[in-house]
């Protein structure tokens, strides 16, 4: 399995208190990739990373907010947590330590549960 | 309407069974990926495809890129293979267009 650990896995808070997930890999992957999986909707991209520093927005980005500052650790904040982003929480990394585009498999983390009440 | 559609939403089979899934999809695409999540939530990829046919076992994934549909295949089919299967579209770059994901329940 590929080296990827998402922390915390669970996480219950209250709206309006920010949250930060952590997504660490030790497989030198260039891109690396936040989800969201909610009934109805299947896997949805919220931000991805192409490189140290270099982030990009997916499909459903507001609200959110990403880092990252080093190969192996991609950080999503959700600055003031809504109701609305109660879901399961997936980081996925590819593309291999080259880093070429091309086609590539996604691996995942097991994901984090996260409650916002 | 979805750009990655997938039938039939949920899906029982008896041990043993022939299993097909199929994905259709309105976008260009690089490739086709099909994953599985677990029961316990995990997701794995199975196949990434962009033309012909791939095999892993009792799997089987093909695409029709002229028509642009993709099949999931199981053979011989086993409780252990229960499971949700998702299909994704490879469109811009390496970003990921996901199907709502196939339930697949095998009794024993």
């Known amino acids: 399995d590929a080296g990827i650990t998402q922390s915390p896995r669970h996480k219950v808070t209250e709206t309006g208190t920010p949250v930060t997930l952590r997504c660490h890999q030790t497989?030198?992957?260039?891109?690396m990739y936040w989800y969201r999986q909610d009934p109805g909707h299947g896997l949805r991209l919220i931000h991805y990373?192409?490189?140290?520093?270099?982030?990009d927005k997916g499909e459903v980005s507001d609200g959110y907010s990403v880092s990252r500052s080093k190969t192996e650790d991609f950080l999503l904040t959700l600055e003031s947590a809504t109701s609305s982003q109660t879901s399961v929480y997936f980081c996925?990394?590819?593309?291999?330590?080259?880093?070429?585009?091309?086609?590539?498999?996604?691996?995942f983390g097991d994901g984090t549960r996260l409650s916002i009440l | 309407k979805n750009e990655v559609e997938q039938s039939p939403q949920n899906l029982t089979a008896q041990e043993g069974e022939f299993i097909t899934i199929n994905c259709s999809y309105s976008?260009?695409?690089?490739?086709l990926h099909w994953l599985q999540q677990h029961p316990g939530g995990g997701i794995v990829s199975l196949f990434m495809?962009?033309?012909g046919k791939k095999k892993h076992g009792r799997l089987i994934a093909t695409i029709n890129i002229q028509e642009k549909h993709s099949s999931l295949h199981i053979t011989a089919s086993h409780p252990r293979d229960s499971a949700v299967y998702i299909c994704?579209?490879?469109?811009?770059?390496?970003?990921?267009?996901f199907g709502e994901g196939t339930q697949l329940t095998v009794n024993p």
């Open positions: 976008v260009g695409i690089s490739a």
């Open positions: 497989e030198n992957h260039r891109y």
């Open positions: 994704a579209a490879q469109t811009s770059g390496s970003r990921l267009t």
């Open positions: 996925a990394i590819s593309g291999g330590a080259s880093g070429g585009v091309g086609n590539q498999p996604q691996h």
């Open positions: 495809l962009s033309s």
């Open positions: 990373s192409y490189g140290v520093k270099d982030t």
